[in-house]
């Protein structure tokens, strides 16, 4: 394979007047933008912009011809059953909060129960939290394998018949596992229980087959998938849309409005109040077309490639504490890794990679609790995109390297 | 590298790898513990306040670099110093910091180290949370201690 990834071009960001010497390791954050979904916003915006659902003449129309065929490219995307509906979000926070605010709320009591992961971002984690909180309801948390994967075991202990939901992360942001999401659906649908899985980590790897997952929601950002921020999506199984009250309430929601009172429209449209991100959903759409065209199949072995590469060179440096060691039982490579510096604190490390251009996350990456239930305060995480090569890797190693040879404490340990 | 060899001064390494007053036991009247809401990170400030004199200083706590060096350095500073002269000790390095000292750099010099924070407003919290969880500890009378 070749030092240089063939895809980097692609990233206006590495050119010379911006940011050539940029080594990006914080794709799991955001993925940086491809030129084809930047000038397609460009075009949309400069050319084509118009309120869609609204107008009656054509520009409008046209507008709402691409959320519409937007919709359809995404739930290709997905594989989504056609008895199904996918709502344009600004995001997978949003989408989560919709389902815990007018999915699971309405039927909150004081006996009943959610259950989540240890390992859910923040976004998973506080909608539940709160509306448990506000109805004295129980949140329950499901513990990790050993390997770092959801116990599907011990979460099956704690379902029962007062379990409204279970969400889910698809694929951790900390960890990087792929969740056994389907046979966790299986359990869960077999007591009659919801599943909420948040795809945010997992759409840029390709292959989400909702169809073969079977859960009742899937939701992810498309920022993290090469596309812009602002824009997310919310799949929701069968009717659940038309069983939930609105969000958001505002424009474009409903049938007919008095002063007294208003009957909403039965679609997807329900969630989508106000004016839509055009813009964004245009740019959602040119991201998932750009990433078909390259092949997912090019994507994942690119990636996987260098993934091994980063877990080995990592493993080669005694300093370098993995939260959690890569096991071989683990069919999938992350393409993240979470790990400590001994010694030196994340921050200092993410400002010494910064000094040499290495963009990494460092903090709990909005996974407090987790990060406490392996007794630290904060990780690196280093994460993987198309426009990675090996090359980036060596250069974080080397910079590790520096990092140990100029923070590291060992006489006070 | 430039930057960061800027960010990390070769005193403030110093301090990072010698701190002054780091797990010290010491006799404690007033302690208070602080945390960086950005990073999670805490630090805990420990005094012993006897005859209107700061007589003893320490801290502890798993935090970076810049806050270990800033406490370190804390602790050198307000030994042995009078209660009433404590806003004052504190306010040149705090401004350092925060980029607002203007009186002349001369009675800064020594925490020149700390006056290059100002050009990581990302890291500005981890140098001045020492200083914030001192002025915590010693407004702490109900938790005092020892
Ligand atoms: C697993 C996971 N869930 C949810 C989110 C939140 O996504 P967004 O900020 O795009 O709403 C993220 C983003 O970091 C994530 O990694």
Redesign the pocket.
Known sequence: MATTSAWKHDFPIFSANAHPKLCYLDS???CLTPKHVADAMYHYQCYSHANSHKGLYQLSANATELVEKGRNKVAEFLNAPTQSELVFT???????NIVANCFVAPKMNRDANIVISSA?????LLPWQEICRLHDAELRIAPLTLSGIIDTKALDLLLDNNTLIVAI?????VLGFINPVAEICQLAHKKGIAVLI????AVAHGNVNIAEIGCDFY???A??LYGP?GC?VLYAKGDHLSHMPPYILGGGIINKVTFQEAEYINSPLKFEPGSHNVVGIVGLVEAIDYLNDISWFDITRHISDLSTYLVDKLADLDFVKPLLKHNCNVQSLPSLVSFQLEGVHAHDVASLLDSENIAVRAGH???QPLHQMFGVHSSIRSSLGLYNSYQDIDRLVIALNNAYQLFAIRELE | MNTTAGLYQKVLLEHHKNPLGFHNKIAITHSATGANVVCGDEITVEVNITAGKVQELAFLGDSCAICRASASMMCQHLLHQPLSQIANLIKVPMDLIKGEYTAAVNSAECFSSLAVIKQYPVRMQCALLPWQTFISAINNKNEQRG
């Open positions: 799991a954050a955001t600004s995001g997978t926070t949003e989408s989560i859910e971002h923040h976004a998973n992360s698809h694929v951790s942001n948040d795809g945010a980590q939701t992810f950002s920022h993290k921020t997310g990456h909005c996974a």
